[in-house]
């Protein structure tokens, strides 16, 4: 690299390959462009019906992405990690439309904002990274997708007690947070956790869950009637 170039992170072109595809005056643009943000947790990058600012490139943290209901109902859609971005921000990008959904910072965050102007012309004329981006989207539909089968054909409890289970053996989270990621509301959660712990399945401590019978737990979760 030379000028401009220097000042990207030295992660940049490690996380995300299709950037090595740039010209150097692309790059060194994008150097120039000093758009490396740090962040602390709980800040929220974005918020629906706001015009997009530009192409998240993610360096370190995760960005969890919510969608809202009128009634204060939330659920998580997917979350960003290093190497990968948003496709709510790709397609309000695309089709000139403001975000659909919140992007909160869930850890602390280092991330480079592609500017809109660039975004646009790698699109059109850097097949790598055009590949690239449409790649993202068809990632994030098919996880879209399950979540649609999710919430549409399975019970409620059987979600909870999937989640549970891919969280380990001890759930460090707050009832509100696991009614956040099944798009339920805190008061249902706690009444599906009370009911598993008088099962003897988990122990509920202060913001705290242990599973104690994993084998009950997964019998819940297959279980379709």
Do not use: W
């Amino acid at each position: 690299m030379n000028g401009a170039a220097r000042n990207l992170p030295p992660s940049l072109l490690a996380l995300y390959p299709a950037l090595r595809s740039l010209s150097p005056d692309q790059l060194a643009a994008l150097g120039q462009a000093r758009s490396v943000r740090e962040l602390p947790a709980g800040v929220q990058l974005f918020t629906e019906d706001q015009d997009c600012m530009g192409f998240p490139l993610l360096l370190a943290g995760t960005i969890k992405v919510v969608k809202s209901t009128a009634t204060g109902r939330e659920m998580v859609l997917y979350r960003v990690e290093p190497g990968g971005s948003c496709i709510i921000s790709s397609s309000c990008l695309l089709g000139h439309t403001p975000y659909s959904a919140r992007g909160i910072a869930e850890t602390p965050l280092s991330l480079l904002l592609l500017p809109i102007s660039l975004f646009e012309k790698l699109v059109a004329d850097n097949a790598h990274f055009r590949d690239f981006v449409f790649h993202l989207f068809a990632e994030r539909i098919a996880e879209l997708m399950q979540l649609v089968e999710e919430v549409a054909f399975h019970r409620l409890d059987q979600r909870l007690a999937k989640l549970l289970l891919a969280r380990g053996e001890t759930i460090r989270a707050t009832h509100q947070t696991l009614a956040e990621e099944l798009g339920s509301v805190r008061e249902i959660v706690s009444r599906l956790l009370k009911g598993f712990a008088d099962q003897g399945l988990v122990r509920l401590g202060r913001e705290q869950i242990s599973v104690i019978d994993q084998a009950g737990l997964q019998q819940l979760a297959a279980n379709s009637r």
